[in-house]
Nanobody, 123 residues
Framework: QVQLVESGGGLVQAGGSLRLSCAAS????????MGWYRQAPGKQRELVAD???????NYTDSVKGRFTISRDNAKTTMYLQMNNLKPEDTADYYC?????????????????WGQGTQVTVTS
């Protein structure tokens, strides 16, 4: 089991910055990939960025060059630094963790979510 707790959301003007944090606890060693998703009102949840255990990162096109995903050395906390925020970034942001547990002959994959944190960008 993995528990995820987000923090750092808030209200900011366009062009401003926020940093989201996601603290992971529990079976951290089973985590393969962590990511940030967002869901705006009336829209589907979408991937914003993710980072693998080895540190490889991936971003959706709309945030490239503005957002940076990272993890601390202990891999217990993930961050999303959001710069040059735009009104279209307004959404609830969710932390996600994928775990893989190999117990031959089975491979167990699980998906965990945080409770979400709200980001509102005003024009």
């Amino acid at each position: 089991q993995v528990q995820l707790v987000e923090s750092g959301g808030g209200l900011v003007q366009a062009g401003g910055s926020l940093r989201l944090s996601c603290a992971a606890s529990g079976s951290i060693s089973d985590i393969y990939t962590m990511g940030w998703y967002r869901q705006a009102p009336g829209k589907q949840r979408e991937l914003v960025a993710d980072i693998t255990r080895s540190g490889s990162t991936n971003y959706t096109d709309s945030v490239k060059g503005r957002f940076t995903i990272s993890r601390d050395n202990a891999k217990t906390t993930m961050y999303l630094q959001m710069n040059n925020l735009k009104p279209e970034d307004t959404a609830d942001y969710y932390c996600n963790a994928n775990t893989i547990v190999i117990r031959p002959p089975s491979i167990e994959k699980r998906d965990y979510w945080g409770q979400g944190t709200q980001v509102t960008v005003t024009s």
